[in-house]
């Protein structure tokens, strides 16, 4: 779609919507800044996120949801894992989604952002790590 014409709006929506029914939603763009994006009206919105990815990448205002921010409350491994599964909303780029905190986890659903940018390579990793893909 054109610019402006409101396709991260919706998006932010079907995330929200998806996780109030209970969905766990991974979100991806090839890049950084269309992830961050995405996040920061989730976040204006008060919807709990956590996103991957090195926090020098990662917008200022997103820090405090960052995994690396999120590993410092937990004190075990266990608590570790069990505090990234908790979150239904989990943000990366596609490049970014062989992180430990969901190596091993299946989502309900990946959205990806701005997929015309991405190589379909790049892609299939996220896709793979859920049951419906949009």
Same mark, same amino acid.
């Given at each position: 779609?054109?610019?402006?014409?409101?396709?991260?709006?919706?998006?932010?929506?079907?995330?929200?919507? %998806?996780?109030?029914?209970?969905? $766990?939603? #991974?979100? =991806?763009?090839? &890049?950084?800044?269309? /992830? @961050?994006?995405?996040?920061?009206?989730?976040?204006?919105?008060?919807?709990?996120?956590?996103?991957?990815?090195?926090?020098?990448?990662?917008?200022?205002?997103?820090?405090?949801?960052?995994?690396?921010?999120?590993?410092?409350?937990?004190?075990?491994?266990?608590? %570790?894992?069990?505090?990234?599964? $908790?979150? #239904?909303? =989990?943000?990366? &780029?596609?490049?970014? /989604? @062989?992180?430990?905190?969901?190596?091993?986890?299946?989502?309900?659903?990946?959205?990806?952002?701005?997929?015309?940018?991405?190589?379909?390579?790049?892609?299939?990793?996220?896709?793979?790590?859920?049951?419906?893909?949009?």
């Amino acid at each position: 779609g054109m610019p402006g014409s409101g396709k991260t709006t919706t998006i932010v929506g079907l995330v929200r919507l %998806l996780a109030k029914l209970g969905q $766990s939603v #991974l979100l =991806v763009a090839y &890049t950084n800044s269309a /992830v @961050d994006t995405i996040l920061l009206k989730l976040q204006k919105e008060g919807q709990d996120f956590l996103r991957l990815g090195r926090k020098e990448r990662v917008r200022a205002e997103l820090l405090s949801n960052t995994s690396e921010e999120v590993a410092r409350r937990c004190s075990t491994p266990t608590m %570790l894992s069990d505090c990234y599964n $908790s979150y #239904l909303v =989990v943000g990366s &780029t596609c490049l970014g /989604v @062989d992180h430990a905190a969901i190596v091993n986890r299946q989502f309900d659903w990946c959205v990806l952002d701005e997929a015309s940018q991405a190589l379909l390579p790049s892609v299939l990793s996220s896709l793979l790590l859920a049951k419906r893909f949009i």
